[in-house]
């Protein structure tokens, strides 16, 4: 078993795993300082494609935490990867208006109008969506277009309890259309591969801490590197005994991360 007293690069995920909605979760602020007191680095990962990196620095400022562009990998950030690497003409986006200009503003030929040119439909976690959206979705699939989705998260954690995510979605579509997307962002590795590559930190001195087995945990062990499963958010300690995929750490939470490498 891994020291986590000698990892270097931290990869967080955040919703369920440093906050949940718009709580920071205790232990958060301290774990931080802690890695910046020893030289490291953390970078935040996340799944969510509603929000840009400029709309996470906001969020984070409004927590405690200070935060710039180079500190966060989204899903969206490893779409716009997989597809300046596998172009397309015209790709229908089906998100929020956030995700619709960042993919804009990386230069991809985005619409959100049914045409008859589209050879992609692009799915992200849309918190505007809407029944012409998903009608629009149905159309293109059954045309047969390629599809891809940012993530496969059932769900977005809240205050509340839980509202559908891209995978939920993602599912009612499949039941309409019996056509599943390729998924980017975790469980794929190349979020965690990418923040690697991008610190020049080793596989030996990274973890990654999740509250998600089937995304966050399977990253990690997917890119061969520690993992964390803090159960501070979705994933429980009945899902860990369920699951196939199993995190080298389980901890309640990110405080008693803390309280274990100080």
């Known amino acids: 078993m891994s020291d986590l007293k000698n ?25 931080l300082e802690h890695i910046r007191k020893i030289g490291g680095k953390y ?5 969510n494609s509603s929000k840009s990196v400029e709309k996470y620095i906001e969020k984070l400022a409004s927590l405690g935490i200070e935060s710039n562009a180079d500190d966060f990998l989204t899903s969206t950030n490893a779409t716009v990867l997989y597809l300046n690497n596998h ?5 229908y986006a089906l998100g929020t ?7 804009r503003d990386a230069s991809l030929p985005i619409t959100d109008v049914l045409e008859d040119d589209i050879d992609c439909l692009l799915m992200g976690f849309d918190t ?7 009608e629009d979705a149905c159309i293109l699939l059954g045309r047969g277009v390629d599809y891809i ?12 309890g839980y509202v559908p995510d891209c995978g939920s979605v993602s599912t009612m579509l499949y039941n309409a259309t019996k056509r599943l997307p390729k998924f980017i962002g975790k469980p794929e590795p190349d979020m965690a591969l990418l923040a690697m590559e991008k610190t020049g930190y080793s596989k030996d001195e990274t973890v990654l801490l999740g509250d998600r087995l089937y995304t966050d945990i399977a990253c990690g062990v997917n890119a061969g590197i ?3 499963f803090v159960l501070s958010g979705e994933g429980t300690l009945d899902d ?7 995190p080298e750490f389980v901890y309640e939470n990110i405080r008693k991360v803390y309280e274990d490498i100080k």
């Not at 967080?12 to 958060?28: A, C, H, K, P």
């Not at 208006?97 to 993919?103: D, I, W």
């Open 97 to 103: 208006t956030s995700f619709k200009e960042q993919l």
């Open 87 to 91: 172009p397309y003409k015209k790709i």
């Open 149 to 160: 989705a940012t993530n496969p998260d059932w769900v977005c954690p809240t205050w509340y």
């Open 7 to 31: 990892k270097k690069l931290f990869l967080f995920d955040m919703d369920g795993t440093i906050y949940l909605d718009n709580d920071l979760f205790d232990g958060t602020l301290d774990m």
């Open 128 to 134: 505007e969506l809407t029944f012409k959206k998903l």
């Open 226 to 228: 520690s993992t964390i």
């Open 43 to 47: 970078i935040f990962l996340t799944n």
């Open 240 to 246: 860990l005994a369920k699951s196939e995929t199993k």
